[in-house]
């Protein structure tokens, strides 16, 4: 926790690399100090197929899963700079876009979780 889950038109990576986006994103989440740096998971989705509005060449979107427990304040910090650090990465981009929504830590569950000897109730458990 967190995943943060980069939807983007593939043709991104004409301008940086796959590596480059994720790095950047897993960065700017780490530079707000609300997670652990080991804990913050990053990943890239490019599509090949996807249409725009008019005269819009390409897109990227971040999906940014966390625990819940944060305030609003923290979240939109969260959100723009993830947006901020992107923008400086690719300024040229059609669409940039940035949400942050929670998981309710009631029905979250990991494998740390369900192991037997967890007695804690540890969601880092054994990491």
Known sequence: MP????????????QNTPDEIMDTVYHAADSTGLFAPNDIKVRIQPYQYYRLGKNKTNFLHVFGFIMEGRHTEQKAHLSKQI???LTKLLPDISFLSVNIS???AATYTNK????????ENDRHFGL
Do not use: G, R, V
Not at 3 to 14: A, K, L, P, R
């Open 3 to 14: 995943h943060f889950i980069i939807d983007c038109s593939q043709d991104i990576f004409q």
């Open 83 to 85: 947006t901020s650090q």
């Open 112 to 119: 740390a979780l369900i192991n037997p000897d967890n007695i």
């Open 102 to 104: 929670e998981f309710e």
